[in-house]
């Protein structure tokens, strides 16, 4: 069985260009989220998709940051502009109905 | 608000060594509670999830207790190997299902 799909795996941009981040979930798995990670850190929520509803968005900086999940399979997570203090690393998760979480390898973003 | 606190934040023991990695939360009323390892520049990788009315957990050499009254729950890892070097997680799953996270245990464990 495949795991959590994330490309790309490296990003590194200059501040205010824009970035996306893809993610493609566990066949089956109906909840999807998306995390940032700083170093150091455990990772902090940023939003929680149940199908292709968001359920909890409350921690999206929405000034600068989207996110959709068209049909209820794959998501993009999106930033524009970028700001330096962006830089990061942006893991996606999937379980069902809630429970056990599967991680993704990660998005290690550099904004220079 | 849910605050969970991972201690200590570091530690280092000899191979062979049994060892326990604690994990504090602030808020009793939780769903569930996961353990994740986490390699440098890696993803995450579930260990062990425990729901809130179950007492503990066990995946080979590695165990898992939950209180939910005293908020907290251990990790234990026993005869640990240099392989188990990597960052301990715990991530909890409190109201509104929102999960929480500490800021892990790093683990080094030597030759």
């Known amino acids: 069985e495949a795991g959590v799909v994330q490309s790309p795996r490296y990003k590194i941009i200059e501040k205010k260009q824009p970035v996306a981040f893809w993610c493609n979930p566990i066949?089956?798995?109906?909840?999807l989220y998306w995390y940032l990670q700083n170093l150091g850190q455990g990772p902090e929520l940023l939003i929680r998709y149940e199908n292709e509803e968001a359920v909890d968005d409350s921690q999206l900086p929405k000034d600068r940051f989207s996110a959709e999940r068209l049909k209820g399979v794959d998501s993009t997570l999106k930033i524009q502009p970028a700001e330096l203090g962006d830089s990061a690393v942006y893991l996606c998760?999937?379980?069902?109905?809630?429970?056990?979480?599967?991680f993704g390898p990660g998005t290690r973003l550099t904004v220079l | 608000k849910q605050e969970v606190t991972q201690i200590p934040a570091a530690l280092s023991v000899p191979e062979g060594e049994n060892l326990v990695l604690n994990c504090s939360f602030t808020?009793?009323?939780?769903?569930?509670l996961q353990w994740f390892r986490q390699d440098p520049g890696k993803g995450l990788t579930s260990l062990l999830l425990?729901?809130?009315?179950?007492r503990e957990q066990t995946s080979g050499r590695l165990n898992a207790s939950l209180d939910k009254s005293s908020g907290r729950s251990t990790l234990y890892i026993a005869a640990s190997q240099p392989g188990d070097s990597a960052t301990y997680l715990c991530?909890?799953?409190?109201?509104?299902?929102?999960?929480?996270f500490g800021a892990g245990t790093r683990l080094f464990v030597k030759a």
């Open positions: 991530a909890v799953r409190a109201g509104g299902f929102k999960t929480i």
């Open positions: 808020d009793s009323a939780i769903y569930n």
């Open positions: 998760a999937s379980s069902s109905r809630g429970h056990e979480q599967f």
């Open positions: 066949s089956g798995h109906n909840t």
């Open positions: 425990i729901q809130s009315s179950q």
